[in-house]
């Protein structure tokens, strides 16, 4: 069985407990994200991150050359770093891939990504993001047969070689198809989708795939590409999706074990 | 024939003529340094760089804590993505490995530096740097054989999976010994090894393997680096070394030809 985990920024114990539950399974790659670390980063460089919302809802960071070197730093130098040396120190040998490294994640760049600014909808020109186009599974499996497991993350590349930035999850859906996964698991710092965001109980335990549309609706910001990322994976294949916490014990084992939003 | 470059830092026009003379070859590995890069991202951060000098002459990065994370930051990310780049951008596919990632440069942490301070000789102690014991060629050739070109840079990673820097020269010289090279190239913003600093006339152009101890005294500051680091190659069984110029059009077919200083 071939899984796929997604975790967010590596700040500190965050990642430590991903990394325990995994290290005593084969057959699993893990793909990193690290918002937080790229938005602290920004700060104490000076310029701040800015966040775009598109006219359908969906947040996300407005990629100007200076956010995209902070990307770069903070992802593919400080989080990948430091998720490889967790695994180290359990004794599993792991790769930091970027999407960069031997083109994993070939992206076409976004031209004129679309805002909305206050009641305008605006183009915003400025901006290295990239739709995801093809991710190289045999590069993958190449690198786990050396024995390493994969620790991927943004940026992506274009075929011209320009350095883009990808959201994760969506990296982590196009990953889990590559590799014809049996699941990826989406963790999070909340239980799963929630109908509230405010009230834990209102956990969604069960979405099948012809129902993705209709819970789309309670899922705002981030979660909304958590779902959509799930929708992807499902249609490329991948049996099922969990949308779980990562603030528990064995937060991988108990994804698996249904414990979170199942997608199938 | 293998053969190792090496090259400062990933600063615009520095690295593209070395990927462009790279890139018809084959069975090559580049590494890398990038000092100016981390420098001038820690004097964006407001902890500017510090050095420390050895009684022996040396002088090497004080690398504390926030030091060891811009290290990090701007060669594992910055550094390393960007040359990952500029080959994709000339049709090459190569993967950037910091010295974690696999476990590739094993080093120990060095307990207790010693810096000269005025006319004291100090110990420092919140210093995490290290001296490598093993460099994993396998890895390396194995990475080759997927089709990629190693990209190397530090930091590398202790036994215990503590991050630790280490000198990029060492590095190359050890990954050089690792896959038994024909050559080590150290590229450098000077022709070669000069007996007067301020005189290129005065360029050294042959060392024999014997007399490297006699010309050690004109090496100063990181050049210095650069002699200890061939001396290490061809003790190790690497044909030649060749520290040369990097700012001249196709850096590496010029070291190659004899242009510069060559040990053997």
């Not at 290290?23 to 920004?42: F, I, K, N, P, Q």
């Amino acid at each position: 069985m071939t899984i796929v985990v997604k975790v967010g920024g590596a700040l500190g114990n965050r990642l430590d407990p991903v990394v325990s539950d995994l290290v005593s399974r084969t057959d699993y790659v893990l793909v990193h994200g690290g918002s937080e670390s790229v938005d602290r980063l920004a700060e104490a460089l000076g310029h701040p991150s800015e966040y775009l919302t598109s006219p359908s809802g969906v947040v996300s960071r407005h990629n100007d050359p200076a956010q995209l070197a902070t990307v770069v730093m903070a992802l593919a130098g400080t989080v990948q770093t430091e998720a490889v040396a967790a695994f180290a120190r359990r004794g599993v040998r792991a790769v930091g891939l970027s999407g960069v490294d031997g083109r994993l994640v070939l992206a076409e760049r976004k031209h004129g990504v679309r805002a909305v600014l206050g009641e305008r909808v605006v183009h915003v020109r400025d901006d290295w993001s990239g739709t995801i186009t093809r991710v190289d599974g045999e590069l993958l499996r190449g690198i786990a047969g050396l024995g390493c497991v994969p620790v991927i993350g943004p940026p992506a590349i274009t075929a011209q070689g320009e350095i883009v930035n990808v959201d994760a999850d969506r990296i982590a859906a196009e990953v889990a198809v590559a590799l014809g996964a049996d699941a990826l698991v989406l963790l999070t710092n909340v239980p799963g989708l929630l109908r509230d965001v405010s009230d834990p109980a209102s956990l969604v335990r069960r979405v099948d795939r012809s129902e993705i549309d209709a819970v789309l609706p309670f899922a705002e910001g981030r979660m909304r590409k958590k779902v959509l990322a799930a929708q992807r994976a499902l249609a490329g294949g991948v049996g099922r999706v969990v949308i779980a916490s990562s603030q528990v014990d064995g937060p991988v084992s108990h994804a698996l074990a249904g414990e979170g939003t199942v997608f199938s």
